[in-house]
């Protein structure tokens, strides 16, 4: 997922990351209509070969974001996004062809940064907070070019104190093991510092010395995306396809996914317990008094079994019947 204010960037960055030109029917609006915009969502797939190996994404982008007058939770479409797959991943998960579900939860999300401004803007914050517990976020400092080798420094430096002073959880990278050989200790050491990622993109090919490169070209020389003392391009995509694919899906499915079956679990038990008490209070002389007690897990099947009865399915497999945003409290 790519998400950020309009202009920083993103489509020719995920262009030039994939080499591909996904957004050639994009329709930009004017000032005007964009003053009432809300988030959209748009998803584009990629198929990508990576070292023989090919792998299909999907590029999830967040037009509109940060372009309306009143950006007052703008992120929440884009977290309703994010639990709208888990939701479904959980109820294929617990459906009956378990074997074949087509994974549509959100690994990663691109975190475009302004790179005029002094660190993080509140929409930044409020952005990352609202979401860091539900994706990996990897922050990225946009149009790197714009910015001078110091100023790339200082500004990186910024962006991560600010990050540490809001608590915000961006995505870890995990620590190499102690008998990896030097240079991978140090290439490990290099990408962790070079967070947030300073990116340049460009959807044109220039020549430079010699050769044709993805780059910018400005009247007093060339910018190259894919030159590692120009800017992060290289580091980022090794990073996201090829050394860490596989522990930003471990992350999520560890971490952001549990998270959300466990809340939804509770959530649920708790309506179910709920429900139970209810039928308790209207017996008389039965009515329970105590705490709501909390279930365990085996027991809240046969409750949804006979209490909810959509739940069950025509296999008498339990389906979660309406799935309840465990991010939200519950009213009681
Ligand atoms: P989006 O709205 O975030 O998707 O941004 P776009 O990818 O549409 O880019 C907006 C403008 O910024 C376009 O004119 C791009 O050519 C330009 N742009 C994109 N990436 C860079 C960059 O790395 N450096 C500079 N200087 N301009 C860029």
């Known amino acids: 997922m790519v998400a950020g ?46 070292k023989g190996v090919r792998l299909r994404l999907t590029i999830v982008d967040t037009p509109g974001f940060g372009d309306a ?9 884009v977290a309703e996004y994010i639990d ?21 939860r959100v690994h990663c999300c691109l975190y ?7 660190g993080l803007r509140p929409l930044d914050v409020e952005f990352m907070k609202a979401l860091h517990q539900r994706v990996n976020i990897v922050p990225i400092l946009a149009k790197a070019d714009t910015l001078t080798p110091p100023e790339v420094d200082r500004k990186k430096r910024k962006i991560r104190e600010e990050i540490e002073h809001f608590g915000i959880k961006i995505y870890q990278f995990p ?23 300073a990116v340049i993109g460009s959807n044109t090919v220039v020549e430079a ?19 590692p003392g120009h800017c992060d391009f290289v580091k980022l995509r090794t990073m996201l396809v090829r050394t860490h694919m596989q522990d930003l899906k471990d992350v999520t499915r560890e971490t952001h996914y549990e998270n959300y079956r466990a809340q939804c679990i509770q959530s649920m038990t708790r309506l179910v317990v709920k429900e139970r008490n209810r039928k308790y209070d209207q017996k008389p002389g039965q009515s329970w008094q105590g ?42």
């Not at 200790?185 to 962790?192: E, G, N, P, R, V």
């Not at 010395?209 to 030159?227: F, T």
Request: glycine content about 8%; some cysteine.
């Open 5 to 50: 204010e309009s202009g920083l960037g993103k489509s020719t960055l995920v262009n030039s990351l994939f080499l591909t030109d996904l957004y050639r029917d994009r329709k930009l609006l004017g000032a005007e209509e964009r003053i009432m915009q809300t988030v959209e969502i748009t998803k584009h797939a990629v198929d990508i070969e990576e």
């Open 69 to 77: 007058v009143n950006n007052t939770e703008c992120w929440k479409p």
């Open 84 to 104: 709208q797959q888990f939701e479904q991943y959980f109820r294929d998960e617990s459906g009956l062809n378990r074997k074949n579900i087509q994974d549509n």
């Open 112 to 118: 475009f940064i302004s790179p005029f401004g002094h």
């Open 175 to 197: 620590d190499c093991d102690s008998d990896e050989d030097e240079d991978f200790k140090l290439q490990d050491q290099a990408l962790k510092e070079s967070i947030p990622f």
């Open 209 to 227: 010395r010699g050769r044709r490169v993805r780059g910018r070209l400005y009247p007093w020389g060339i910018v190259e995306v894919e030159n």
């Open 291 to 332: 705490e709501i007690p909390s279930l365990a897990l085996g027991e809240t099947k046969p409750y949804f079994c006979s209490s909810i009865g959509p739940g069950l399915n025509l296999s008498g497999c339990w389906s979660p019947p309406s799935l309840i945003n465990p991010f939200l409290p519950l009213a009681n």
